[in-house]
């Protein structure tokens, strides 16, 4: 049985990828601080499913309470648990609440990593995949984006620090030798997500009649990727740990690093679709008209990302593929039956 240690389990996409490890039968050592940066509730709920999962066997789940940036925590769980791969996931999210909290991205996003790297250190795993965003990639206008490109040109906080994290995993690989994948993530949909994410925002308000807000008058495309195909991507990614070229020579489209166990893969559908196109299939799912209110775009937000994965595709075989209409649909159907039983504010 494998153990794997994931940071920030009962977020979105930590929930939905313990889950699957566990129906694969790993150990999972489930670590969140179970913050209030949206409904607890919906994280504890998320992490009871976890333990409902791991009782019906054949995975097992460990639950831990904690913040990553406390120190040698994560040093003693490493120790404690000697985990074959560790997932880090854990991290204050959102664009716009960086421009506002900025010192919470700074806590969690630099000296959580940098938590997670010391105890690496003393304690490696056989390989770590830490979380980045498709945020990393800024001012880029050349798409679709590919990691060998150059993202030096951070337009909010957040992505400055999950950048920054990149930098810092890359030394501790090439000082330590410790095996490191960054992912990026192209915005990541589906149940039991985010309800400061725009599918629940959307959802909510037009349920309930009221008017959403359109930024930048709905000019925008994003690359939406559905979490099950993401999850999945992630697993597969466990098994292509990098290795340090011992020539120094990157094989052509490898984002590799020259001097480290190091490498940075894009996680997202290769497909960007237009926030009207998003919209319009939320009101498919919902059968519902949605009210527009037609704003500028946000301070820090970008008006397009495109993933190219090739690389993705390359090293797992798997790329994701579920549809708009699709994943929206699945999404709409959960948020029913949730708010059903629960008011998720």
């Known amino acids: 049985m494998q153990t794997v240690l994931v940071t920030g389990s009962a977020g979105f996409i930590g929930f939905h990828l313990s889950m699957l490890l566990l129906r694969q039968g790993a150990r999972v050592i489930g670590l969140d601080a179970f913050s209030d940066y949206y409904d607890v509730r919906l994280k504890e709920q998320r992490h009871a499913l976890l333990s409902e999962a791991a009782a019906a066997g054949p995975g097992q789940f460990l639950p831990v309470t904690g913040r990553i940036e406390t120190p040698g925590l994560l040093g003693d769980l490493l120790s404690s648990h000697n985990p074959d791969y560790v997932i880090h996931l854990a991290a204050q999210a959102g664009v716009r609440h960086s421009i506002e909290h900025p010192r919470a991205y700074l806590e969690s996003n630099l000296i959580g990593t940098f938590e997670l790297l010391e105890a690496a250190r003393a304690h490696p795993p056989r390989h770590m995949l830490l979380a980045s965003t498709s945020s990393a990639y800024g001012a880029n206008s050349e798409m679709p984006y590919r990691e060998d490109q150059k993202a030096d040109h951070q337009m909010s906080f957040y992505a400055a620090t999950k950048k920054s994290t990149e930098h810092m995993a890359h030394s501790y690989a090439h000082l330590f030798d410790l095996p490191v994948t960054m992912f990026r993530f192209f915005t990541v949909y589906g149940p039991w997500g985010r309800p400061d994410m725009a599918l629940f925002k959307f959802t909510k308000a037009i349920l309930e009649g009221r008017p959403i807000d359109v930024y930048n008058h ?109 994943g929206v649909a699945r999404f709409v159907q959960w948020y029913r039956d949730y708010t059903s039983t629960e008011d998720p504010h």
């Open 218 to 326: 709905g000019n925008m495309q994003r690359d939406f990727t559905y979490v099950e195909d993401l999850v999945e991507a992630i697993r597969r990614l466990m098994a292509a740990v990098p290795e340090r070229p011992e020539d120094g020579q990157v094989p052509a489209g490898d984002s590799l690093s020259p001097v480290a166990p190091f490498r940075v893969v894009n996680i997202g559908n290769s497909t960007p679709v237009p926030l009207t196109d998003y919209i319009a299939a939320i009101e498919r799912a919902t059968g519902r008209v949605a009210q527009r209110n037609l704003m500028p775009i946000q301070p820090g937000d970008v008006p397009a990302t495109w993933a190219d994965a090739t690389l993705l595709h390359r090293l797992t075989g798997y790329v994701p593929q579920t549809g708009i209409d699709e």
